[in-house]
């Protein structure tokens, strides 16, 4: 497989797959072809980070931005400022959000060099697999859950039956979705998912809710799970499926403590917005940040 070298922005979205869920597992295998002939790292936090921080680089609209040609010949140092540049970007627009993905970030403020081993590789491995071409269409993106699929693929069967923890597959999940939703909302309703894994049930809504003529934006989310890395991944995927400005992310027992989580949140939020005016730029970075419609 060639790493270096990219077709154009327009040729590659011909390239994937038409299927958004064939697109979204391509992706994915990504993850199995670093690990095979790249050594990749084992970490989640790494590996579901640099995948959620490529993501939230893509354009915003299909005919954005191409910043695949920027991202190819980037050095293992490289990338990991281009990730940053990512991160600060979402700590601008959203610093609650941004606070929320921490366990996905966090570890790029004082990388070692195994850390970063071979990131470049796998970036490369995504950009040509399609990862910003299925990110920047809304589509395409809301048709899968790919940071859900990937931490899926990296915990074992057995790790799962410990924690009674099993992904949802789409075909469910879209069913689910268009049942719910299937009857006329009003705009500010609240949508409270307390065990929302990666978020994949909100996909299917906000999904439903486009077929229906409706604006997932318009609308409020909570989305909570137990897993930190889960809740994580449910912030930066509230922007990849443009659930709007009014999402809500936690991680702690939803329901036998739901006003002490909803203190902490409200907290939390408060602390975010209030860092983000005394510190604008949460990671030192010489990269420029890609464009945020804010």
Known sequence: MTLYGIPPAGMRRFLVPEDGREHAR???AAYAWWVAHRGGSGDRTITV??????????????DGPDYGPLLIPLSDEGLVDALRASWNSFWSYDPDLAEAARPLHEWLSHPSRNDIR?????????????????????????????????????RTYTERQGTGEFFTHSIAADHAGETVFATDREPGALFLEPAAGT?????AAAA????????????????NDTDALNAACCAVNAQLWRLGRQVTVSSGDALRQPRLLEEQVHERAKRAIARQKEQPVLYPTRTRPPYWPI
Not at 49 to 62: D, E, M, N, V
Not at 118 to 133: F, H
Not at 134 to 149: F, M
Not at 208 to 223: D, E, I, Q, T
Request: net charge positive; with cysteine.
């Open 118 to 154: 071979g990131l470049a590789d796998y970036a490369r491995i995504l950009v040509r697999a399609g990862l910003l071409e299925y990110c920047s269409d809304t589509a395409r993106a809301e048709s899968d859950d790919i940071l859900g699929l990937l931490i899926t693929r990296m």
């Open 49 to 62: 980070g640099t995948l959620a921080g490529l993501a939230l680089s893509a354009p915003s609209r299909p």
């Open 26 to 28: 391509a992706i994915v």
């Open 208 to 223: 439903a809710m486009r077929v229906y003529g409706m604006n997932p934006a318009s609308y409020r989310w909570w989305l």
């Open 199 to 203: 978020g994949t049930m909100a996909r």
